[in-house]
């Protein structure tokens, strides 16, 4: 190439990949040929009954993708959608902000987990607010999610333990009276390999919903 050609080169080559771009945008979507990355954020407690199907579809369908699970930050979740720092977003449901779309995603039960010999069978309301309890959430502080449930009825459990991830709290139940509640698949799913009892919760309350989210310029 001549030192002209050279100099032109990357306006040509910038150029040459927006009409790329435009090409794919005006045509249908395919995984396999328009994913190249999927960035996806939510909290590490949900990571382990997610993840794993998220990355079986996408072997599936766009099989060399590079899959990426970050942290969510809700405070930030508008201006990452907007900007394309991350794709998709999993949360609780919650107020969103203008060109935020989103849809339920997954349903899901509470239930309560014990050691196999604390307490007494089958857990009632009395041996829920007498026990103490472990709580998961990401947030140093602040209500979990069923506390929040909780409150609405009035409420207020005895919160002895509180921690980032199930797993760890599973395996903290298993030698204390301690009780944990958690959604249910995610419940059988950890507790599959450990030794400890599964039970419905003594007390009504909402499920627990979580929303995909995503930012409606990047359908």
């Given at each position: 190439?001549?030192?002209?050609?050279?100099r032109l080169?990357p306006?040509?080559?910038?150029?040459?990949?927006?009409?790329?771009?435009?090409?794919?945008?005006?045509?249908?979507?395919?995984?396999?040929?328009?994913?190249?990355?999927?960035?996806?954020?939510?909290n590490?407690?949900?990571?382990?009954?997610l993840?794993?199907q998220?990355?079986h579809?996408?072997?599936?369908?766009?099989?060399?993708?590079?899959?990426?699970?970050?942290?969510?930050?809700?405070?930030?979740l508008?201006?990452?959608?907007?900007?394309?720092?991350i794709?998709?977003?999993?949360?609780?449901?919650?107020?969103?902000e203008?060109?935020?779309?989103?849809?339920?995603?997954?349903?899901?039960?509470?239930?309560?987990?014990?050691?196999?010999?604390?307490?007494?069978?089958?857990?009632?309301?009395?041996d829920?607010?007498a026990?103490?309890?472990?709580?998961?959430?990401?947030?140093?502080?602040?209500?979990?999610v069923?506390?929040?449930?909780?409150?609405?009825?009035?409420?207020?459990?005895?919160?002895r333990?509180?921690?980032?991830?199930y797993?760890?709290?599973?395996?903290?139940?298993?030698?204390?009276?301690?009780?944990?509640?958690m959604?249910?698949?995610l419940a059988y799913?950890?507790?599959?390999?450990?030794?400890t009892?599964?039970?419905?919760?003594?007390?009504s309350?909402?499920?627990?919903?979580?929303?995909?989210?995503w930012?409606?310029?990047?359908r």
């Amino acid at each position: 190439p001549t030192p002209l050609a050279n100099r032109l080169w990357p306006d040509i080559e910038q150029t040459l990949d927006l009409l790329q771009q435009a090409l794919q945008r005006s045509s249908a979507f395919e995984p396999k040929r328009d994913l190249k990355q999927l960035t996806i954020a939510m909290n590490g407690e949900i990571e382990p009954l997610l993840l794993p199907q998220i990355m079986h579809w996408l072997q599936q369908q766009a099989p060399t993708a590079q899959l990426n699970s970050v942290r969510i930050e809700r405070q930030n979740l508008r201006s990452d959608l907007s900007a394309g720092r991350i794709h998709l977003a999993i949360d609780i449901a919650q107020p969103t902000e203008s060109g935020i779309r989103h849809q339920c995603l997954l349903q899901d039960d509470f239930v309560v987990i014990s050691s196999k010999t604390h307490p007494p069978q089958p857990l009632t309301f009395q041996d829920y607010m007498a026990a103490q309890h472990i709580v998961v959430s990401a947030r140093r502080t602040g209500r979990a999610v069923e506390d929040i449930y909780l409150s609405r009825q009035g409420i207020e459990r005895q919160i002895r333990i509180r921690c980032q991830q199930y797993e760890s709290a599973c395996r903290m139940v298993l030698d204390s009276n301690l009780l944990l509640t958690m959604p249910k698949h995610l419940a059988y799913q950890i507790n599959a390999h450990l030794n400890t009892h599964i039970q419905p919760m003594p007390i009504s309350i909402d499920g627990i919903a979580l929303h995909l989210y995503w930012h409606a310029d990047h359908r």
